[in-house]
Structures are given as structure tokens and as C-alpha cells.
């Protein structure tokens, strides 16, 4: 029999306080373990910027610039608002039109490896060009992404000094216009890549349970919390899809929501993967070598994709709502009153086979919420979730 | 052909050793961990398995030493054949969770080294759980298939 772990108070801990009641076996702490911390950020060689200072103070520019909308008044920010977890309180937002599914978080999208619900792009920088020019969302094109960056001298300098000259036009689906779509999408993923979730409870009782420190109060988390923790890491088994420190596999699941849908999901964004003119072995792509871009070259489709939506991080989560790519539930107890029943037939294909009703009970629910509301770190720095001033808005190398 | 949760259970599915065990059991192969997490068992690579025909000795081994969850990993595969056995004239590898109900959202391709040696590129195993392994070739008239089951952490 392994021994047991009180709570997160290391071996050796002769006292179980208040907050630390809960025995896990080894085999649950080794789970935990593999939650926290955070890795490095993943590299995206196909974005030679990604990592640029210059490039992501440009990026956030952008990101709240409602210029760049059709009609002026909407901007990336306004569907990924950092009020709101980068995410959207509607279901579905609102901007030039009404989007076809809920916004995703932004938090620790650059761990992600496909983006959107359906992973239509394999980048971030791809990503961000959809949104600028979909009708109903910003509804921009690249002749007027170009007028704004060309009648604003601090973003044409900042542009220029990041990719050289502007072009001296960009009309739509020339190499022109979409070399300029492609750096304004490599700026915003430069921002977005620094949109990274700050250490939680969670993660600094994983940290003295790692480190075998008894700690004080403030390194755990509430014995209704740690109850959660071990339903989500075992008997819930949310763990086998939202695994790791950034809590998701990156990967597409159908869960097999109800109701009437026409939604592909996963099946629909391979296809459209595939084509964009801006994936990684496509022509704007800074590093389109096979290595690199292993990802898209293996990537195959089967009718089980059909109705499959991606895992999205639970860190922040209780900033995000409402859930899931509709935007169905409005609570995190929503959310969990669904995985306990699973009612209903799914909307569209198969639902996962791992996934059984689980009966949870109410107590259960409430301690996985008190788990999951652990996930949340302290916020951003606010130079990060805001347009910089006129002030600061210098142009680069000053 | 997918392998599903109905044909797993056929007796052909061959044995990984995990370290430190004696005798045969169910491989189980820790995902690379965070470097402060616990260790877990690794399988002593390569393994090995006959196909449920017998006509080969399926030897397999991933590249890097190791599979790690959520990272694309190649396979080295090294047939035996046994005697009598034909020359094979495809060989694919892939990977299924016989109790989810799906494999892989990769579909690998594997390519001749020469002699008995192939690589199968672009696995992945993108969820912890039980997996299985399955090398399938053809040869002559037969397909004949290897399964290696593996726990992924």
C-alpha cells in the first residue's frame, strides 16, 4: 500500500493543519505533479518575430486599435477582452456581425499547437489574420489595413522598422497584401505570446509539495479544493484531456453536446488547415522546412473528428465564462452538472468513449470548482491589457 | 485498418518489459515529465513481438530512446522474418486507445532503410492512457500484424 501523502504537507509534516486534511497516495501526487509548473513557452520558428520585443509592442498596438475594423469601431481586444480572460462574457460575440462560436481564451494560447475551436491555423499568426477579415467579425481588408498602418506614423514606423517599407499598395489576394497581412498577424501573435498565466494556488502548493516543505497556509489549497484535485486527476478523469500544467492536450474531443448542430468542428478545420495560404509550409511562414512543420505534414483525418472541439486551458478559468464553443454554459457548475449526467445525444458524430456520466454529487461539484477557481493567477501586468497611451507610443528606437 | 476496442483483446498483443521487473507485464512508459517531477517505470526499448501469423519477429523502438506524450516521435522497425516467411511488400505502423475509440490524429508514413529496417514517422500520442502499437505487413498474399501495448503516462 503507498504510503500517503497529507494533503500538500511534505514527508516528515507531524501536524495536518486546517487547510491540508486531504491524504493523497503517491500515485495521485505524481499526478499533481505533472500539473504545475508551467514549461517554457514553445518556440515558433515559423514566426521569425514571435519572440521580438519591438514586434510585440506593435502587436499589442494592434490588438486594441479598432481602427483596423471595417466600420472603426471594433478591435481584436473586443471579442478577447482582458476584463474577461481574453475571452467574450456573450456566448457569441458581437462585432460586424454575430460569430458562429464562442471567442476562446487567450490565456496561454502559445502553448497551444492548432488554433481556433477547430484548429484551422497552425499558428498564431495565422490565426489572427482570420478574425481581422472575417465579415462578421472585423470585416477589414488588406487595403485598409494598409491605410491605417500607412496614415498613422507611429505604426508605419514601428511596421518598417520590424519588415521593412510598406508596400506601396495592398489590394486583396496579391503577394503584396498578404505579406502585410501575414507581419500584422506575426505582430499580434508577438503580443499574444506574452499573455501567460501568473502562478495560482495551485501552483505554489504543487511547488511546496514538490520541494517537500511543510509551508505555511498560504501554500495550500482549501481541503474542498484538494478534494476536487483528486476527483479531477482520478475518478473525474477530466485530467485525461485537460492534462499537463497548461491543462489541455491541445488535441480535439467530442463531448458530445446536445442539440441541433451543423457544426464539423475539427473535421472542417483540417480541411481549412490544410488550404490556408497562411500555414507553416505556405509561402509567408519564416521556416516552412518539414521539421518544423511536422504537425500539418502528418496530420490526418477520420469521421471521428466529426463534432470534435479543442480541449481549451482551464488556467484562468473562472475568468472565461461562459464555456464551452458555443458558449452554452454560463457557470463553471454548468459545466459540471453536463459532465455528470452527459444528457442527451450529441449534436454532431461520436461522443468520446472515455467519457461516461459521472454522477457527481453536489458536494463533488462544489469541490472541483473550489479546485478549478484555485487555477486562477494573479493578473497581467496592466502595461499588457491596455492600448498604450499616446504618450508611450513612440516609434521604435527612440 | 484501425484497430478497435472489439479485436484488442486478440491473444497476439506481445509484451513490453518495463525496468525492474522480472517477468512479462504491461509496459508502462513515463511521457518525458517536467524535470522536478517524480520518476515513473520506462521501458527497456527495443520490443519485441511475433505476428499473430508467426511468419516475423517484430522488433520496435522510437527514436530518442522514448515516447513522450504530446510529441511527434519516429519508430525504428526491424523485422525477423522466420523461415519460409515472403519478402514483405508494405510495412505501416500506427497506434490506437482501444478503450477510447480512436488513434491518432497523425497518419504516420514509414520508409524502407534497407534490409529488414523501417521508420515509421509522424507518430504521436496526444493522450496519457492505453495504447497499442500495431505494425502491420504485408507479405505475399498476407497481412500480418504486431501489437505492442503501452501505458503512456
Redesign the interface.
Known amino acids: 500500500m503507498a504510503a500517503g501523502v497529507a494533503g500538500f504537507c511534505g514527508a516528515g509534516c507531524d501536524r495536518v493543519p486546517e487547510k491540508s486534511r486531504v491524504a493523497f497516495t503517491e500515485e495521485e ?2 499526478q499533481i ?2 500539473l504545475s ?1 508551467l ?1 517554457e513557452i514553445p518556440k515558433n520558428p515559423t514566426n521569425a518575430f514571435a519572440d521580438n520585443p519591438a514586434a510585440g509592442r506593435l502587436g499589442q498596438r494592434l490588438f486594441f486599435d479598432v481602427r483596423l475594423s471595417a466600420d472603426g469601431r471594433f478591435s481584436c481586444a473586443t471579442c478577447h477582452d482582458p476584463a474577461h480572460g481574453f475571452s467574450d462574457p456573450k456566448p457569441l460575440s458581437v462585432a460586424m456581425g454575430t460569430t458562429e462560436r464562442h471567442s476562446m481564451p487567450l490565456w496561454n494560447v502559445a502553448y497551444q ?1 492548432w488554433f481556433f475551436w477547430n484548429g484551422r491555423a497552425d499558428s498564431l499568426w495565422a490565426q489572427a489574420v482570420q478574425p481581422l477579415l472575417h465579415p462578421d467579425e472585423m470585416a477589414s481588408s488588406p487595403e485598409h489595413v494598409f491605410a491605417v498602418l500607412s496614415g498613422d506614423a507611429i505604426l508605419k514606423a514601428e511596421y518598417e522598422a520590424l519588415f521593412g517599407p510598406l508596400p506601396a499598395a495592398a489590394r486583396s489576394r496579391t503577394p503584396e497584401a498578404d505579406r502585410l497581412l501575414s507581419n500584422f498577424g506575426k505582430a499580434i501573435e508577438a503580443y499574444e505570446r506574452r499573455i501567460i498565466s501568473t502562478a495560482s494556488p495551485f501552483d505554489r502548493s504543487v511547488e511546496a509539495l ?1 520541494n517537500g516543505k511543510t509551508g505555511g497556509q498560504s501554500d495550500r489549497i482549501s481541503e474542498s479544493a484538494q478534494r476536487g484535485l483528486r476527483i479531477f486527476t482520478g475518478r473525474g478523469r477530466c ?3 485537460h ?3 497548461n491543462f489541455s ?4 474531443h467530442n463531448i458530445g453536446l446536445p442539440g441541433i448542430s451543423v457544426d464539423q468542428g475539427r473535421f472542417e478545420g483540417i480541411l481549412d488547415v490544410r488550404d490556408d495560404r497562411f500555414n507553416g509550409p505556405g509561402v509567408f511562414s519564416d521556416d516552412r522546412s518539414p521539421a518544423t512543420n ?2 500539418l ?4 483525418m ?1 469521421i ?2 466529426l463534432g470534435e472541439f479543442k480541449t481549451p486551458t482551464l488556467r484562468n478559468v473562472e475568468q472565461t465564462a461562459p464555456y464551452m464553443h458555443d458558449g452554452r454554459f454560463a457557470t463553471l457548475r454548468a459545466v459540471l452538472d453536463f459532465y455528470s449526467e452527459l444528457p442527451g445525444d450529441p449534436a454532431y458524430g ?1 461522443r ?3 467519457l461516461k456520466p459521472a454522477h457527481f454529487t453536489e458536494q463533488e461539484k462544489d469541490d472541483i470548482e473550489a479546485f478549478l477557481r484555485t487555477l486562477t493567477g494573479a493578473p497581467l501586468d496592466d502595461s499588457l491589457t491596455r492600448p498604450f497611451p499616446a504618450a508611450e507610443s513612440k516609434p521604435v528606437g527612440r | 485498418m484501425k484497430l478497435t476496442s472489439g479485436n484488442h483483446l486478440l491473444p497476439f498483443l506481445c509484451i513490453l518489459i518495463t525496468a525492474g521487473s522480472a517477468g512479462c507485464k504491461k509496459a508502462q512508459q513515463a511521457a518525458q515529465p517536467p524535470a522536478s517531477a517524480m520518476p515513473a517505470a520506462a521501458v527497456i526499448w527495443p520490443a519485441k513481438c511475433k505476428t499473430e501469423r508467426g511468419s516475423f519477429t517484430v522488433t520496435i523502438q522510437p527514436t530518442g530512446g522514448g515516447i513522450t506524450l504530446n510529441k511527434h516521435f519516429s519508430l525504428n522497425i526491424t523485422l525477423t522474418p522466420d523461415e519460409g516467411a515472403s519478402v514483405p511488400t508494405s510495412v505501416s505502423a500506427t497506434a490506437d486507445m482501444p478503450s477510447h475509440g480512436h488513434g491518432m490524429n497523425t497518419a504516420p508514413e514509414t520508409i524502407h532503410e534497407g534490409g529488414q529496417r523501417y521508420r515509421a514517422n509522424g507518430m504521436l500520442f496526444h493522450m496519457a492512457g492505453d495504447w497499442s502499437i500495431m505494425v502491420e505487413i504485408t507479405a505475399g498474399a498476407k497481412i500480418e500484424r504486431a501489437f505492442f501495448p503501452i501505458t503512456i503516462e
Request: aromatic share 6%.
Open positions: 501526487t505524481r505533479l505533472k509548473p514549461p499547437r514538490r485530467v485525461l484531456c492534462a499537463g500544467p492536450d491541445g488535441e480535439f511536422i504537425k505534414r502528418f496530420l490526418t477520420k471521428n473528428h461520436h468520446e468513449e472515455t
